[in-house]
């Protein structure tokens, strides 16, 4: 194997756990908005994985994603585990939105169907997330991404517990 | 935010589609058993979310991961996306290790359940990949994370379709 | 227990099997169509549960069930396998839908999220099923169950394996 | 259509409400074996699909359904609907075995794969049950069909929510 064999990404975030606390005292809409914004950094694992989250409104969410050969599997296209981790953020977010000052949410289960492969010539594609139901205690929602002609690479869904915080959890 | 704040990752792989393509000329079990020996280099995608093929045998596969600060989500823990990620590939190598040279797989679709939060103080989880049954076109795989105390981070199922590589693949 | 506990349905159907040879000669949307229409028998699956197929269209279902006592489960509301049965007949219906003669279609998995219990109260609810994506081999479909309000009861995906037929199998 | 072609199915059940309300002065695995034993009567779905609730231990239950040409679908075999019912019974009376008496279920979720098409001529199969992770508010159960010979025809998974029932749900 030669020397120009090999490919490097430098990966950089800031502390998450001091930007999750932040949160705490927002609403899901508002805490989004501000990472949106750039008030707030976004999470590591958008660097990692080299997603952005793109828009926010009440019960949606729009990431944003170009795959890379850094995100290849053994097979020679794009992991799928790339398109779980874009549409549990997407689909998690948009259950996020609704929820006020002192509600949380936890993501009890993924689902995801791979509909085409992504490759590093894909371009740009985008996850959208959209709430299907907001419970007392269950929320639902699904997930979709498609390029800019359309086309779907992946569809899903998700179920998330929502609760209200322990009232210590925003100080 | 100050320059201390800033978290640094540096991720470097090897030429996938080269790999990708050495695979098409040996069994499943094999080619597995090439990345787990390192005579064919990992997958971009292990360097990218940081996990080790550790072993493989017919119908199952296993993988460790030791989760950090860079796999967080906005709520300041382990995002879900990476333990769907690492199911994802052992259940799909769980299926790979079946197939002779000529046959190939893809993913169609994953469920993932969610049952603990992985943190930074995790440690080292290792996911175990299992067929449940391998037929003429789909394959249905089981796997779960664990630790090194037996608990239980995440348990899933994937579906795959097999079928045989087009004659020209393999040279 | 006196006698006048107990509760009595008496069902009655035809031979499926040559209902669905019959089937073989048509398109998925025509044998669908012949069965809304009466031409052809229901399969005993919809007498047995009690629900009937109301309209096809071009990769859409539509059937309806008023749930009763008889679909109870141990916990006294309409046991959940009723939902999972109406969502799995429109979603693999949709996909039917699609299908020219000679080509058939079986389903691999189905995923169903229960968001609403149904009681003998509820009235008639029916259920909608839509093709995500019709593939060469795959087909991804989804479905709600709603009731005339508007209120959702359950929602859910399925994926199919779509095929060539054996040129025998029309005969 | 000759009458000879119609084939008829009495279906007689016993007030489900009575029975579950009986339920609530028992722990779940109480309940499910005085089901088993015939001081309770099982629920109405049982007598209209044709399935017995055989054995429940703690995090186990088994039930038993032999499958007919009522259960058959458009394409001339067993609907999935069936299997769906089977393992959604056997995966939540798994969680059930579980809970004290003042703690419910109720199942936010089921995914099952379609393994093996079961027909009339498949003889008696066997449901089993079994709890993947039980917490304090989020169940997780797994579920296979088998028949005698050890085939498998369908597996699956749940998602239950786990609740303190009302005080007054017990009276």
């Known amino acids: 194997m030669s020397a120009t064999d090999e ?9 998450p756990v001091a930007t999750a606390r932040a949160g705490l005292a927002l ?3 508002d805490y989004l908005n501000a990472v949106v914004g750039g008030a707030l950094p976004p999470p590591p694992i958008t660097a990692l994985v080299g ?3 793109e828009t926010v409104e ?12 850094h995100h290849y599997n053994p097979l020679g296209a794009v992991h799928g585990g790339i ?13 996020h939105t609704t929820l006020p000052v002192g509600r949380g949410y936890t993501t009890v289960e993924i689902k995801i169907n791979y509909l085409k492969a992504m490759t590093a010539t894909t371009g740009a594609v985008r996850a959208e997330g959209k ?5 007392r205690q269950i929320a639902m929602a699904e997930g979709r991404i498609t390029d800019d ?10 179920t998330c517990l929502v609760f209200d915080l322990p009232p210590s959890a925003a100080r």
């Open 83 to 95: 398109a779980a981790t874009l549409l549990d953020s997407v689909m998690g977010c948009a259950v």
């Open 27 to 29: 609403s899901g809409l």
């Open 131 to 135: 709430i299907v139901q907001v419970g």
């Open 149 to 158: 002609a359309g086309r779907l690479y992946a569809a899903g869904t998700a």
């Open 7 to 15: 490919r490097r990404r430098v990966v950089t975030w800031q502390d």
């Open 51 to 53: 997603f952005t989250l």
């Open 58 to 69: 009440p019960g949606r969410a729009m990431m944003v994603l170009t795959p890379g050969e």
